[in-house]
């Protein structure tokens, strides 16, 4: 047998190697190929983020403690069922010899335009459903928050925020934390005074992976935590994704915004209670405020201080198809066990889609709505007790397609069944 290795030459001209020729054509018909997946490649890297690229920002508020009457049920008349009140719902809202009535004595947060605290700052349209709550702090993930308080009553009041980073001279807490006397002036602002607090706004402040594009927080008055929280001074803030901020820190994925507290404010426990008294009842000197039936005449069961629908339609407005963004939050003590029940719609909430959501003390919820159904519905927390003292709202939908549809859901009048 003759042998049939190859040479080296043999190898080298043999057809186990391309000429080099052939294989310069081929590289460079491959980078031809690959040549456009590259570049659109490095285009999208290069542009997506400055086009959806957040510059962080310093935000200032501008917020004072005021002293201010407030009316639980400023109509008059319950609004839910558009009659006078009933003899169950004059127990909270009657003015009598020994009863205070509707309006009370209240500590609110209230925004102003400047440093010089002399001019209230209005609040928007969208904003008008707040009633008592404070104004709304908003800020993106990366910000800087800057609130500049200043004390507008008798008595030391604070800023303490919810989730947001902080030092101890922002925590606006008063307790032995082993702190310097300098670390202290955020506990409780003298009267007449104004402090600065700073927070920053990290990712652990802003949304989690379970979380839409905002999440809410809130902020209160820690200085006599239980007075002061049933004197009002309790406020919202909102913190967005910086992906999905707009210039104002709104998300952009969301339509309309809607924060609501359910609390029982107890008057009682109030620290307006003494001047309540002598300023409101009609006969303060027979007034007894041990009195069982005073002090419950002094529960009020409130959304955003309202009492009985008396919290304006008006600014409880949306249109179908909306991207709704409610914000619910609970304060109060053991009784505010909360159930906000919305009719007539549904939301999504902590993953689930639902009708009804849970809230105890300083617990805050966030719900998503895209309202499909029309018309004017009840809100209201389904415990019992609190229905029946007057724990109720009304919100509406409104459909631009059918405005003058019969009773505003586009059926144009009754659609139960006649027996």
């Not at 939050?329 to 505010?336: A, L």
């Not at 004017?376 to 003058?404: E, K, Q």
């Amino acid at each position: 047998m003759g042998n049939h290795a190859m040479t080296p030459q043999q190898a080298r001209t043999g057809p186990l190697f391309w000429p080099r020729w052939i294989l310069l054509l081929m590289v460079l018909g491959l980078v031809a190929a690959l040549a456009p997946i590259f570049i659109l490649s490095g285009s999208a890297t290069a542009t997506a983020p400055a086009k959806g690229h957040y510059v962080p920002q310093t935000r200032t508020y501008f917020i004072g403690a005021d002293e201010v009457d407030w009316n639980y049920a400023p109509t008059g008349s319950n609004q839910i069922t558009g009659e006078p009140f009933d003899a169950a719902a004059a127990v909270f809202t009657q003015q009598g010899p020994q009863r205070i009535g509707s309006t009370y004595i209240k500590s609110l947060y209230r925004e102003y335009t400047d440093s010089s605290f002399r001019t209230l700052k209005p609040r928007i349209a969208a904003d008008q459903h707040l009633g008592m709550l404070g104004p709304v702090i908003r800020a993106v993930v990366g910000d800087t928050i800057k609130v500049i308080f200043k004390n507008n009553l008798d008595r030391p009041a604070a800023v303490h925020a919810h989730g947001v980073f902080y030092d101890k001279g922002s925590e606006g807490a008063p307790y032995n934390d082993g702190t310097s006397a300098a670390d202290h002036g955020d506990d409780a602002v003298t009267p007449g005074t104004v402090y600065t607090y700073s927070y920053k706004v990290p990712d652990r402040a802003g949304p989690g992976p379970m979380d839409g594009s905002s999440v809410m927080w809130m902020y209160h008055s820690h200085t006599d935590e239980v007075g002061d929280d049933y004197a009002g001074l309790v406020g919202p803030m909102v913190i967005t994704k910086a992906s999905t901020a707009r210039a104002d820190g709104t998300p952009n994925d969301v339509d309309r915004e809607f924060f609501v507290q359910f609390k029982v404010s107890d008057e009682n426990a109030s620290p307006y209670l003494q001047r309540n008294i002598a300023r409101f009842a009609g006969d303060p000197a027979s007034v007894d405020p041990d009195n069982e039936e005073f002090g419950e005449s002094n529960l009020m069961h409130s959304v955003n201080g309202y009492v009985f629908g008396n919290l304006p339609l008006d600014a409880m407005t949306m249109a179908k198809g909306d991207r709704v963004r409610w914000y619910l939050m609970g304060m109060g003590t053991e009784v505010d066990l909360h159930t906000p029940h919305w009719h007539g719609n549904t939301a999504t909430a902590l993953g689930m889609r639902t009708d009804v959501v849970s809230l105890l003390p300083a617990t805050m919820v966030t719900a998503d709505m895209v309202p499909d159904n029309p018309g004017t519905w009840l809100f209201h927390c389904h415990v019992n007790d609190h229905i029946s003292a007057g724990m109720l709202v009304r919100y509406r939908v409104r459909d631009a397609a059918n405005p003058d549809s019969g009773n505003g859901n586009g059926t144009g009048g009754h659609s139960g069944h006649t027996l």
